[in-house]
Each structure stands twice: as structure tokens, then as C-alpha cells.
């Protein structure tokens, strides 16, 4: 182009830019932001006219990036920054140029926690009074965001960031995961552009079950595979796309792997790193992290260990075969904890290289909860044995020793390791009455917006002061009303305040707890607290109104060690009537410590896709449905019918399978052969198979299960019929009464994951090779 022609144009576009209408300021309270009403233009001819300014939302000029990274099922003793065994450089890094603090908490478990992360209100408040799996009818507890909860990502969506989430999603209702919906909070319908991940409380890190915003995808089959580094792999791709299209939008990501969370799945090679560094035990750990704790200054001089629970044996009490074991789950674990750190270094490192550290918030939160004791006493092989109420022996365990971790395995750990996790607190998760089961380490980062580094702060905070605390950071008023609805007001206060004044007065001052009846209220340095249940029994201590109440004053015992209410019995009665208080106020009431009536979603009160249905009709490519939307066949007589076209006489492949390789069933056939596979919690294979083939053309195989009755996982007679002839039967002598798995589906003509039938196989490999024309579950 001519310069004196580009010079005119650029003279042009200068006097036509100051000559333009300014913009008027925007009102952010209200979200979506308003559109400005623009009169009518009333010239003919547009080189006549003057266009007004243009509307665009764009976040307030300098707001940073924000990353949220958390970590699952990891206690406060457990990583290197807080003086744990678990070796985290990237979280070393980020306090060395930021924040610790040792003050902060969550409310015990997974999804509580999590939605009170992201919307900046309490758990109950956002109906999450315990995972989505135990809701209830209750206010409260229905599993259920309400719309006037909006979630920070959608705050920041519609104040001009991109958002992403990467990871774990247990925030939206289990029955509403189908392509049925209804997907209001599913991520990419909650403030998120991008999802990339698993909705559930846990994952086989080996083969997950995954969505990429509201469809399902399957995973890669490359050797080595493991989620966290493929979730890292899409969090680094996608950040590089959004700042090379849009460099001066900020972005929001939520980074939530399901690490360190059960099952405890790591590459040998991490694992190994740990070999031997455990076998001393979790009562020298417990020492050994304190001590470690002391000189980190993260706990105050003179803090105490705090007594164990009675039910964890000494270490020097246990077999040599104990020992063994429980060493290597530790291992794991730790390997696990520094696999994942390492991966968020890489997003870090990531993040650095495009030159947008600088003003990248960081929020590191060390656990969603005190790490997880519900391996029970003696660690699992595989975690679904638990829940189906079937114990496994130091023995079991050992016979898979080698393979710990890997993928022929799905382990916990001895609840030993839980309490040395949480150092120097008593409990762990679930126990949201300690503070084992609530504080959790955080690590704060921002180079651009805090002056302090490598500094502590001791000031109490909660999970519900994140959100308050970005807006604050990013100039952004906390929204009336959202999409429509008028908000709940933010519970949460912001940390800002603290960033550079580690002598600030606390702010947020009073805190209630509550888990499945355990319960607590902290009120200005005051802690009254009664352990209802422990996560490895089997039911209350006590009747809820014969409780024992116990009180604390934490601003000179941190570590909750020496019980004050039989010394000031009257602080205790009044801190008790102030949880009421708070409990009333904040939808806790009523306290529900139900566990077989909430796992049932009849006598829990929620919603059921199957509606007391007898009959399910399903057809090939309906895959990936979950335990929660699937008809229930356990614990009755049932029949399977599957209509099928045959191209061949050695047809193969999955028809309708369920679970995997560590619990499930599957309706196949094999060079022809019709048959059925009971996969008895990977344990037992209790089979049926056809005596002879099926011809081709249009074919029936029917299955029939007899149930024995008496209870729950009793045996049957399972019986199999090719066009309405006998061709096979045998008794089963036992089923899983309560779970098949927490993660993987049901699915039509596909076995996806992990596969019930190892000769037959996963993925692409398991694929029906005719043609399914219409499978009915009926229910006798």
C-alpha cells in the first residue's frame, strides 16, 4: 500500500476514534452485563452515519490470570512444604516466591468442598451437605446447586475471562449424568468454555471414563497412559491456544486432578522413588513430621502431637507381613503425591514460558479434605471390596504386592497413613469435627500483586473466602443477580487483606462444620467439636443427643491436643447453641448420619432416572452410563434379552456389559458362542457359556438369573437360552450387593475402561462385530 494512502487512513482512523461516543461504564453487579440501549439510526446511507462505540466485555484493565489448583485426599502432614514425607518442588517453589497457610480449611470431604470452592458459599448452602451420591430430599442436602448460587467461573465468564477446567467434576448430580441431562451443572453449563476430565468421585487413572465438554470420548490405548498427565497435556494446549489468540484476556482454570484420591495409581518408577523410606511406620512418621513441621515454623513452637485414634494399632505391634504391606501402600501413595506435583509443575512451567506468570493468581490447595482413611485398617486391593462389604485379609493383599499401584490393581491404604497424613492432628477425612479431617495446607502465588514472599500466614480461612478473595483480586464487585436470578449473598471473606500483612486481624472469625453428624463450631479461637463417627465404622458412636462434646482453644493449641470442656463445661453449652444457630441458618438442620438409607435413592429421597421401572430398553451405542442412571439388577431375579443380527457364525464381541475388571458383568460372545461373565469384585470369574454357536442371521440370546433372596450379595442360578433353547446354566454362589464400580458404566455393543471379560477385551477391541437390535433388562 501507498504510505501516503496508509498515513491518510490512519489520520482517518484517529479523528473518527476521538470523535466517537466513549462507552459508558459498565454495571457488573448484574450478570450477564447489559447490553446499552442504542437510539434508532435514522440515515439512509451508512458513509453518512456514525456507528456508536462497540459493546464488548472485557475484564477490568490489569485483572490477573487465576489458576485454582487442588489436590485430592491429601492431609495437611503430607507434602514437603508442610513438613510432610511427600516430596512437591513445585509447591516449594511457589511458597518460596509466595504465601503458606497454615490456618486454612475445607469441610472434610470431596464435593462439599468443592462446590463451596467454587461459588464462595457453604456446602449446604449450595445442597451439598455430603457427596452427590448421599443426597437427600432435605434442603440442603439435595445434591443440587440452586440457581442463586452462581459459581465463580461463571462470575468471571461474564466479566470477560476464559475459563477451564481440567480434572475431577463431583459437583453435579449423580442422576443427572446422562445425555439425558439435565446439564445445567455440568462444567461447560457452569461458567466453564472448557472441560476436560471425569464426573464422579474417583477415576482409574489407567483408564478413565472421560468427557470432553458434555460428550464422551473415548481414551487413548498408548502404552503408559495415565490421566493426570493426559489432563496436564490438554490444561498446557489449551492455555497456549487461548493466550495466542486472546493475549490480554485473562484466563480462569480450575486444575483438579483426581490424584491423590483412591485408587492409588502411579508409574513404578515413582513409586520406587519411596522404597523403603516408610518402613519405619506411621507412628515415627507422626514424630518425624512434626518435627519437620517445627522447623518449617508451618505449626508454632511448642505444638504437640495429638493422640492417635484407638483403633490404629502401634507400628511395633504389627507382623512382619503387615509391615510389609502397609510400607509399600505408602509408597504408592507418596509416588502418587509427587507424580502429580510434578505435573502441575509442568503447567506451571507452561504458564511461565508464554510469559504470563507474573500476574497469574495461584491458589494451591494441598487436599480437598484430611487425607482419606477410608482404606479401612488394613488397606485394600481393590477399594470396591469395600463397598460391597466383602473384607479382604493381609494375605489377599500380598499375592498382588508387585503390582501395587499399577493397573491390574485398584488400592487404598491402611487408615495407619491417614493419621500420620494429617499430622499433628488426631482424625482425617470425613471428620469434620478435627481439624485432621478440615485443615489443609494452601499456598498462595502472584508475583505482580504480593510484595511478601517466602512468608507465612496464620490467619483462619476457609475454602468459601477463595472466590470473594479473586474477585477482590481482579477489581470485580460480588454480582446481585445472575443469569436472572437473584444471588445468595458470598459467605466467604476475601484473603486479600493478608497478602502483605502477615499481623492482620482475622476476618473470617466464625466457622461451622458438619459430616454425616460430625460436627463443629469454631467461634474467634474457641473449637467445639463431637466425633459422631469415624470413617472405618460401621455406624454412630452415639445417638446424636448423647454425643460427647469436646472444646479447644486453638489460639494456644494448634493441634487440638488438650480437651478444656470439662474445665468450662458453660463455653461448651454456648458454643453448642451457637452451632445450632449457624446450623439453622445455613440449611444444615436436620443432621442426617443415615448411611444405608442414603445410598439407596428411594429411602434417601432423590431422584431415580429408572422411577421404579421394571424394563429397560437399550440399543447399541447407548454407552458410559453410570451406576446412578442404570437399572438396578442387584439383589433380584432379572432378565436380559438381546435381539441381535449375526453376518456370520463366529461373531464376537461385548452385547451389554457393566463395571470392569474389578467388579461387573458382561453378556457377550466369543467365535460364535453366546455366553456370560459374573466378575465377582476381580476376584472369582463366574461364567455361563453356550454349549453350542448361534448361526447367522436374526438371532435371541437371553440370559435369566435366579436370585437365592436372604439378603444382600447372596448367590443364583444364572441360565442362558440361544432362540429359546437351553444352552447353559450354572450357579453363582455369591454377587456384589451394594456397588459394582465407582467408575465405571454400562455400555451397549462396547466394553469401555477396564474390561470385565479380559479375552474379550476394551475399547475398539471389545466392539460387537454384528448387529444389536434391541437389549430389554426386565426386572422379576
Known sequence: ???????????????????????????????????????????????????????????????????????????????????????????????????????????????????????????????????????????????????????????????????????????????????????????????FDK?????????????????????????????????????????????????????????????????????????????????????????????????RQLQLGVVPAGTKLANKPTDIKDWSALSADEKKLFARQMEVYAGFGEQTDHEIGRYIDTIAEMGQLDNTLVFYVVGDNGTSAEGGLIGLFNEMTYFNGVPETVADQLKHYDEWGGPSTYPHMAAGWAVAGDTPFMWTKQVASNFGGTRNGLVVSWPKGIKAKNQLRSQFHHVIDIAPTVLEAAH???????????????????????????????????????????????????????????????????????????????????????????????????????????????????????????????TAGRPDLMGGRKTLSLYDGMTGMSENVFINIKNRSHTISADLTLPTAAVTGTILCQGGRFGGWSLYMSGGKPAYAYNYLGLEMLQVVSSKAAAAGKTNVRFEFAYDGGGMGKGGTATLYLNGDKVGEAKFPHTQGFAFSADETSDVGIDDATPVVESIGSGHKSRFTGTIDKVTVTLK
Open 476 to 602: 470485580l464487585p460480588e454480582p446481585k443477580s445472575v443469569n436472572g436470578t437473584v444471588q445468595a449473598p458470598i459467605e466467604g471473606v476475601s484473603m486479600v487483606y493478608s497478602f502483605d500483612n502477615a499481623k492482620a486481624a482475622d476476618r473470617h472469625t466464625r466457622q461451622y462444620f458438619e459430616m454425616f453428624g460430625n460436627r463443629a463450631i469454631y467461634d474467634d479461637g474457641w473449637f467445639a467439636a463431637t466425633i459422631h463417627k469415624t470413617p472405618w465404622g460401621k455406624g454412630p458412636l452415639h445417638p446424636l443427643t448423647e454425643d460427647v462434646w469436646e472444646l479447644y482453644d486453638t489460639r494456644n493449641d494448634f493441634s487440638l491436643a488438650n480437651d478444656l470442656a470439662a474445665k468450662n463445661p458453660q463455653k461448651v453449652k454456648e458454643l453448642q447453641a451457637l452451632f445450632l444457630e449457624e446450623a439453622k441458618k445455613y440449611r444444615v438442620l436436620p443432621i442426617d448420619d443415615r448411611l444405608l438409607e442414603r445410598i439407596n435413592a428411594a
Open 195 to 291: 472441560f476436560y476430565g471425569f464426573i464422579g468421585g474417583e477415576t482409574n487413572q489407567w483408564a478413565p471414563f472421560l468427557y470432553d465438554g458434555l460428550t464422551a470420548i473415548e481414551v487413548s490405548d498408548k502404552p503408559g497412559y495415565h490421566f493426570t498427565v493426559d489432563m496436564t497435556d490438554h490444561a498446557i494446549a489449551w492455555t497456549r491456544f487461548q493466550k495466542s489468540l486472546t493475549p490480554d484476556r485473562p484466563f480462569f482454570v480450575y486444575y483438579a486432578p483426581g490424584a491423590t484420591h483412591a485408587p492409588h495409581h502411579v508409574p513404578k518408577e515413582w513409586a520406587d522413588k519411596y522404597k523403603g523410606k516408610f518402613d519405619q511406620g506411621w507412628d515415627k512418621l507422626r514424630e518425624e513430621t512434626l518435627a
Open 1 to 191: 500500500m501507498n504510505k501516503r494512502i496508509w498515513t491518510a487512513l490512519l489520520i482517518v482512523a484517529a479523528a473518527t476514534a476521538a470523535g466517537a461516543q466513549q462507552p459508558p461504564a459498565l454495571d457488573r453487579t448484574n450478570l450477564p452485563i447489559k447490553e446499552p440501549d442504542y437510539p434508532a439510526i435514522t440515515e439512509v446511507d451508512a458513509r453518512n452515519a456514525k456507528a456508536p462505540p462497540r459493546f464488548e466485555v472485557k475484564a477490568p484493565q490489569g485483572a490477573p490470570n487465576v489458576l485454582i489448583v487442588l489436590i485430592d485426599d491429601m492431609g495437611f502432614g503430607m507434602s514437603s512444604a508442610f513438613g510432610g514425607p511427600i516430596h512437591m518442588p513445585t509447591l516449594e517453589r511457589l511458597a518460596a516466591g509466595g504465601l503458606k497457610y497454615n490456618r486454612f480449611h475445607t469441610t472434610s470431604l470431596c464435593s462439599p468442598t468443592r462446590t463451596a470452592l467454587l461459588s464462595g458459599r457453604n456446602h449446604h448452602m449450595n445442597n451439598m451437605g455430603a457427596i452427590t451420591e448421599a443426597a437427600t430430599a432435605f434442603p440442603g442436602n439435595t445434591g443440587q446447586r440452586p440457581n442463586n448460587v452462581a459459581p465463580l467461573a461463571e462470575m468471571l465468564r461474564l466479566n470477560g475471562y476464559s475459563t477451564a477446567f481440567f480434572g475431577k467434576n463431583h459437583e453435579t448430580a449423580a442422576w443427572e449424568v446422562s445425555p439425558s441431562g439435565p446439564t445445567d451443572r455440568w462444567p461447560t453449563r457452569s461458567g
